[in-house]
């Protein structure tokens, strides 16, 4: 659903995708899942389906679409559009992004390349991650502190022999196992004497470069999201040139709301997409089930489950519209608040529709037979990546202060009155 109406290219796109998502990545997922093997095998398979999708995906011009209208090497698309065609892929968010080369973290390492890479950086690490050779992760979270504050990250980048030495560990690295990871953007600290925010920079790192030790996969709930998974990542005096730094020192932070800005939202609009399937799977299973005499769906409160995920997922998905809209008329830096609520609520959402969904099937519902707990697994994840729903909410009331403030300054000063004196 959109709130406008959308060009005849991307209806048509809209068209597409949902064919492919639901005739060939879900009756896919089985496949995959299979493929993978069991144990050190899940590390360095590649289902051969995924390739299969991958061109197929191609051939119906359903490839990098996220990458908006601002960047030459995108799709064309505003953050806009791209919700509504996201959502779809969130429907199979195992299968569908990587499928379409639309999965993060190369989403958002590919807009960072885009946005803020040079010429060879571009060259030698944006083509061929948008040509799907590649992968990549994203490490900036540590074990040692509290990673949501950005400012405590402590792994070194230190001027050396021309270039920059990293130590550092990293973990809930995703990406790092995948037997295609060919590039860590590493964040740390370049100059602990420069202001708070000035401190940090964001560096290349090849993924074989000496020092580099992927030490352990860690699970999620149980899931090893095999075969990209969530490491711990040691850079132990690896050494890059200087080439390798991102737009310049110190401008980490810069960087890293770049990129996660738009990664949060494309984060929701996927889960739109699973708290949807989720639904459907509820709705199907209760009018297939009896208990104590009559169809589960007869049962009072079963009704007020499928009402209240059905009104919650509209509000959700206007929450991601509302923000994807903002970010295209003014920039994510100026749409911080949309991003942030969305990010909250959307999570939130989906994990209550999941959770019901899996009620209504006993059982089967925490098993492997249906996605909805490694659905939900993820879902409550999402609750702590990209920014735990604490920070957003903390920022959310911050700016909603402030925005007030402005409007009652202005208020007075047009009426001439004077603030009231502080206490």
Request: hydrophobic residues 40%; charged residues 25%; aromatic residues 6%.
């Amino acid at each position: 659903m959109s709130l406008v109406q959308l060009s005849p290219r991307v209806q048509e796109l809209q068209r597409r995708l949902t064919e492919f998502v639901e005739n060939e990545c879900i009756p896919a997922e089985a496949e995959y899942q299979k493929a993978l093997g069991t144990g050190e095998q899940r590390w360095k398979t590649v289902p051969p389906v995924m390739d299969r999708l991958k061109a197929r995906a191609r051939e119906l011009d359903l490839w990098n679409l996220f990458l908006t209208r601002e960047y030459k090497e995108g799709a064309g698309l505003t953050n806009y559009e791209y919700a509504v065609l996201c959502e779809i892929m969130g429907r199979s968010p195992a299968i569908a992004p990587e499928a379409c080369n639309c999965s993060a973290p190369d989403t958002g390492n590919m807009e960072v390349f885009a946005k803020y890479g040079t010429a060879a950086q571009k060259d030698k690490w944006l083509v061929p991650l948008m040509e799907g050779k590649i992968r990549s992760a994203f490490a900036m979270t540590e074990p040692a502190v509290a990673s949501s504050d950005a400012t405590n990250i402590c792994t070194r980048i230190e001027a050396r022999r021309g270039g920059y030495t990293i130590n550092g560990r990293k973990w809930w690295i995703s990406g790092a196992g995948h037997p295609k990871c060919a590039v860590f953007l590493v964040m740390g600290k370049t100059d602990l004497t420069a202001s708070k925010y000035g401190q940090q920079s964001i560096v290349i790192v090849p993924a074989d470069a000496p020092g580099v030790s992927v030490v352990r996969p860690l699970t999620v709930f149980g899931y090893d999201d095999a075969p990209h998974g969530h490491c711990e990542v040691v850079f132990d005096n690896v050494w890059v040139p200087k080439e390798n730094l991102i737009l310049g020192e110190g401008r980490g932070f810069e960087v890293i709301q770049g990129r996660l800005g738009p990664g949060r939202i494309h984060h929701c609009m996927r889960s739109l997409g699973m708290g949807e399937r989720g639904l459907e799977l509820m709705v199907e299973r209760v009018q297939s089930r009896t208990t104590f005499g009559r169809k589960i769906v007869e049962h009072g409160v079963v009704l007020d489950y499928i009402a209240k995920s059905r009104m919650e997922l509209e509000s959700a998905r206007m929450l991601v519209l509302r923000a994807a809209d903002m970010i295209d008329k003014v920039g994510a830096k100026h749409a911080k608040k949309e991003i942030a609520m969305a990010k909250v609520v959307v999570p939130t959402i989906v994990l209550g529709i999941l959770d019901r969904a899996i009620q209504m099937h006993g059982a089967g519902g925490v098993g492997q037979d249906t996605p909805l707990a490694d659905f939900w697994a993820g879902m409550r994840t999402l609750r702590i990546a990209d920014g735990p729903d604490e920070v957003h909410t903390r920022q959310i009331a911050q700016l909603e202060i402030a925005e007030q403030n402005a409007r009652l300054a202005a208020k007075r000063s047009k009426s001439g009155l004077a603030a009231p004196a502080k206490l």
